[in-house]
Nanobody
Framework: QVQLLESGGALVQPGGSLRLSCAAS????????MNWYRQAPGKERELVAI???????SYADSVKGRFTISRDNAKNTVYLQMNSLKPEDTAVYFC???????WGQGTQVTVSS
């Protein structure tokens, strides 16, 4: 049974950092492209970052240079390191394996002073 457990979200001041985790079970993340999405109130879900099975990464222009996606295959976990956070980064963040089309519950990130 596929499960995704996102964690690490919090209230943080502008300019701060957070590391989000996505612990997967029921499948092996190293065999799947893994994405991070976010959804802000009243807005559509937005693709933030992608990591391929080979480890290559790509990012939305809005987070490029500030966010880093990575994975630890031994822990079957995907991460999203977020630096220089801005109020517009406020959203619920989800990890998502496109081939499995499964969504977890997400984790709330709020950037506010």
């Amino acid at each position: 049974q596929v499960q995704l457990l996102e964690s690490g979200g919090a209230l943080v001041q502008p300019g701060g950092s957070l590391r989000l985790s996505c612990a997967a079970s029921g499948f092996t993340i190293s065999s799947y492209v893994m994405n991070w999405y976010r959804q802000a109130p009243g807005k559509e879900r937005e693709l933030v970052a992608i990591i391929s099975t080979a480890g290559s990464t790509s990012y939305a222009d809005s987070v490029k240079g500030r966010f880093t996606i990575s994975r630890d295959n031994a822990k079957n976990t995907v991460y999203l390191q977020m630096n220089s956070l801005k109020p517009e980064d406020t959203a619920v963040y989800f990890c998502f394996p496109p081939r499995l089309n499964y969504w977890g519950q997400g984790t709330q990130v709020t950037v506010s002073s």
